[in-house]
């Protein structure tokens, strides 16, 4: 059965090649990431990436002081936009002061997507461990083009292309192939506002591939609590054309809502199956038509 991971950082497809126009700094391994100023524009390009960075460290851990809910619906899509097949799963999540998360499931149908194999790998990646892939410790693997500035709603925002580096490093890319559990790296464009330096949407997708196939994710972020942009809404239509051919349409919708603060220490007691409460073994859920991505909460 052919496969797919999903994920749900910020998906898309790396924004193709403009020409590079002035080259500020290179990489020295993987101790700092290799910067381009395509758009010409007097911008210290280092200084932002290195803050944003520092801001998605932070954005990760503040999250595991809070639980949330997270809506998740994967289709498959037959010939004249007939839905063949559906995954859903909604789920409640918390985290336990070590940062380990747990998930209730709240409602889960019974499956009826054949076309693709919902792997646990997939279900990991719903529970947004690559939301913050570009954390501090993380962006010296990636390449990183800065594009000029682009509006959305009411904020400015810097934009920039990601490219891992590893896509360019065969020795690198062999060692990941025969790894067991291959580490996986975001590729694609993010948003980041030009006051509080967060990532405020993302569009792109996991890599490398290998045998599977990932889709194009677009991703937005809303702030919480007045500080932290968190993910709240992601967004996938794409065709995945494997080794043998074949091309399964996959659409996605994910949500996350009801973002609480944790108020004291959380004690984790299992219900039922263990896969009922630890994300590791839990599975997703049912899509919209063609949904509009709720607005950015402009800055107080």
Not at 264 to 282: A, C, L
Request: hydrophobic share 35%; charged share 25%; net charge positive.
């Amino acid at each position: 059965m052919k496969r797919v991971l999903l994920s749900v950082l910020a998906a898309a497809s790396v924004c193709g090649a403009g020409a590079a126009a002035r080259a500020q700094t290179s990489s020295a391994g993987n101790s700092a990431p290799s910067t381009i100023n395509r758009s010409g524009a007097p911008v210290d390009v280092e200084r932002i990436i290195r803050t944003f960075g520092q801001k998605e460290t932070e954005a990760r851990r503040a999250l595991n002081q809070y639980s949330f809910q997270r809506d998740a619906v994967i289709q498959t899509v037959g010939f004249g936009g007939q839905v063949s097949g559906e995954y859903h799963r909604r789920s409640g999540f918390v985290f336990d002061d070590s940062g380990t998360r747990y998930e209730k499931i709240l409602f889960f149908p019974m499956p009826t997507i054949k076309d693709i194999q919902i792997t646990p790998e997939d279900i990991e990646d719903l529970g947004g461990v690559n939301a913050f892939a570009l954390e501090a410790a993380k962006i010296g693997d990636y390449n990183f083009s800065y594009v000029g500035k682009e509006k959305i709603d009411e904020l400015d925002t810097y934009v920039f292309d990601v490219t891992p580096k590893v896509l360019s490093d065969t020795g690198r890319l062999a060692s990941l192939k025969r790894s067991k559990t291959p580490e996986r790296y975001f590729q694609g464009r993010v948003w980041v506002d030009d006051q509080d330096y967060q990532i405020v949407k993302a569009r792109g997708k996991g890599v490398p591939e290998f045998d599977q196939r990932f889709p194009t994710f677009e991703t937005y972020r809303q702030q919480i609590d007045g500080k932290y942009w968190f993910p709240t809404y992601a967004y996938a239509d794409d065709s995945l054309t494997f080794k043998d051919g074949s091309v399964i349409h996959v659409r996605m919708l994910i949500k996350y809502t009801d973002f609480q603060r944790l108020k004291g220490r959380v004690t984790v007691v299992e219900e039922g199956n263990p896969g009922d409460t630890q994300d590791k073994n839990t599975q997703p859920a049912k899509p919209a038509a063609t949904p509009t991505p709720p607005p950015t909460k402009p800055k107080p």
